[in-house]
């Protein structure tokens, strides 16, 4: 992780860790790099989206005010999903796009990710420039002339035109006709996509928690609470349940028993399909450390190859590119289709999982059956950056984890690492018992407080 920059962007308490000052900073210093990449002649345009956050707008206002300064040619989406701003991007032949949200977290974080021109995620080092000319008052930042300043527009249209991407993606004319789904908005950018992307399918949606106010973004709703919409699939007799995050660039879902299925679920039922179908590249999955064992047990009884790689949905993507795979992405619900999409896409994954359904004939319960999920216990423990950084180095907490994996027998697993996006320390432990793990994690996590506090 960089300075600034955290596993997915920069992500802060909005008007404080966030503030427009910092905002516009970003902006100025992103001007400055695409204008030092293109050269003199064109000037660079930047496709600017967000979420529903009460601190978008005013994130929005300075970050263009930055660009701008910097003589860069601005155009507004307003609402769109993270995914709408790299497809767009491409699309449209921009210079970069950048997308205003903290995701999953609450209404009073936000953030700011930054697409290149091919739609995707700025690499490590291309952040760290940034980084350093925000940091560092030495390295100048690009100052317009009057006659250079950029631009600000709204564009319209373009939320449409993404849609329409992501419907293609499935063949036939409403390919999901009578398919019965209950979709999860979040309060977040799916609120302003995901009915007409299912109407346009052809399915029969309900679309709920598609009220954003502002700070009810993921507020007992979507990918992270995903209690009642369990309920309710159950109980209403849908086939399916699926719950986006704030940015909807991930997606959980719900079969028709009101049982979870998570994003390892999801990659299996997607690489058995494509398996099958004979468009599984190089016949492997790319999960990360965070997938639950069961995954890999999953790929070894189904012949398929796993690659794994450390926690961000950037990193499986940077993996997938350099090794030419075609599925991949998170527990968490971050999926990435490299044959549709330059991100996670989380109405993607929604329709790509009910194709399956479709084309099967099965129930979303029985397409789990491919994979069995080991019990797992993740405790989110507050921690300070110093806390984070001195988890490496602590004998005590190496010593801890020793022993309890040793404890396991080699049927599970401990994992500790520090959140990248929020002030937490994770903890995970998966193993055949449920009283157990929970035992063992109770106990690392007081060895952490121990040594680090």
Known sequence: ???????????????????????????????????????????PRVFIGKDTRLSSDMIEAALAAGLCAGGVDCVALGVVPTPAVAYLTVAHGMDAGVMISASHNPFQFNGIKIFGPKGYKLTDREEAEIEDMILDDAIPMHKAEAGEIGRYSQGTGLAEEYIRHIAATLPGEKPLRGMRVLADCANGSASRTAKELFALLGAEADVICREPDGVNVNRDCGSTHMESLRQRVKAGGYALGVAFDGDADRCLAVDEKGELVDGDQMIAIFATRMKEKGTLKKNTAVVTVMSNYGFMNFARQSGIDVKTTKVGDRYVLEMMLAEGYNIGGEQSGHIIFTDHMTTGDGQ???????????????????????????????VNMEATVDMKAGLAESLEISAAVRACEEELRGEGR?????????PLIRVMVEGPEQRQIEDIARRIVAAIREALS
């Open 1 to 43: 992780m960089g300075r600034l920059f955290g596993t997915d962007g920069i992500r802060g308490i909005a008007n404080r860790d966030l503030s427009i000052q910092r905002s516009a900073q970003v902006g100025q210093a992103l001007a400055t790099v695409l204008r030092e990449r293109l050269g003199e002649g064109r000037k």
């Open 348 to 378: 993607l994954s929604a329709v790509q999982l009910m194709g399956v359904m479709q084309e099967t004939g099965k129930p979303l319960s029985q397409l789990t059956e491919v994979i069995t999920i080991l019990p797992q216990v993740l």
């Open 414 to 422: 401990v994992l500790i690492r520090p959140s990248g996006t929020e």
